[in-house]
């Protein structure tokens, strides 16, 4: 659990720090800020989604992602777990931009191969390099979203601790069942996501991407019996 507390520790003080530059920033120095945390953001998600050898996986899973998060209503979830904090701690600023820092926050912190990768290596006993280097990039990222967004970006720590803790815990089992192939197409489903996120902070358009989450579970499953698909058509004759 060492990596997943220096990642969490990593997010408050970089979101401290943004907050302090924040009341130095001008609306147009924030909102420039946020555009270059999109753009950033893109890059990483299209670096992962090019990975995939199973596109059609991909777009199957994203589709029943979607049904399965829009009937759990995820992100109205965690918009309202974002307000429901705001209100309990006092933070300062619109409950609506405390409750999109702390959306953004989490799907960036928590979306993407170093997450399930350093959890791994961490649960393994490892040493988390991974999680370090992960660590190191959320750190930069909660600064700019600090600034930008305020204060709803420090509850994402707590994400980072539940979701990343989880999967550290629970990194044995993982690590027998995942296959590199499964590893593959979840990286890059994450990348697609990803994306969606990206295009959300530059407000080209809002992509509810938290109900997309359950498109991770997707794929993984899919790239599981993807092997038996092909024997059931061969036995049928198709």
Same mark, same amino acid.
């Given at each position: 659990m060492a990596g997943t507390l220096v990642n969490a520790i990593a997010v408050i003080i970089g979101g401290l720090i943004g907050l302090g530059l924040g009341r130095r920033f001008s609306e147009r120095m924030r909102e420039t800020v946020m555009q270059a945390v999109g753009l950033a953001t893109l890059l990483i998600g299209f670096q992962m989604a090019v990975q995939t050898q199973y596109v059609l996986g991909i777009i199957v899973s994203l589709a029943a992602g979607a049904v399965?998060? *829009? #009937?759990?209503?995820? *992100?109205?979830?965690? *918009? #309202?777990? &974002? @307000?429901? $904090?705001? %209100? @309990?701690?006092g933070a300062v600023g619109s409950e609506q931009a405390f409750a999109r820092a702390f959306v953004t926050s989490s799907l960036l912190f928590c979306v993407g191969p170093l997450t399930v990768l350093g #959890?791994?290596?961490?649960?393994?006993? %490892?040493?988390?390099?991974?999680?370090?280097?992960?660590?190191?990039?959320?750190?930069?990222?909660? =600064? !700019?979203? &600090? #600034?930008a967004l305020g204060a709803g970006v420090l509850l994402s720590a707590v994400t980072v601790l539940l979701y990343q803790g989880t999967l550290t815990v629970a990194a044995e089992a993982i690590q027998r069942v995942m296959t590199p192939e499964m590893t593959r197409e979840l990286t890059a489903t994450g990348g697609v996501l990803i994306v969606g996120l990206g295009i959300s902070i530059l407000q080209l358009r809002r992509i509810r991407v938290g109900n997309l989450?359950?498109?991770? =579970?997707?794929?993984? +499953?899919?790239? $599981?019996? @993807?092997?038996? +698909? &092909? !024997? =059931? !058509? %061969? !036995? +049928?004759?198709?």
């Open positions: 399965l998060g *829009e #009937a759990l209503h995820i *992100e109205d979830g965690l *918009e #309202a777990l &974002g @307000r429901w $904090a705001e %209100q @309990r701690t #959890a791994i290596q961490d649960g393994l006993g %490892q040493p988390p390099v991974l999680l370090y280097t992960k660590s190191l990039l959320d750190g930069i990222s909660s =600064v !700019a979203i &600090g #600034a989450l359950p498109s991770l =579970v997707v794929v993984v +499953l899919l790239v $599981a019996v @993807r092997p038996h +698909l &092909g !024997a =059931v !058509a %061969q !036995a +049928l004759g198709l």
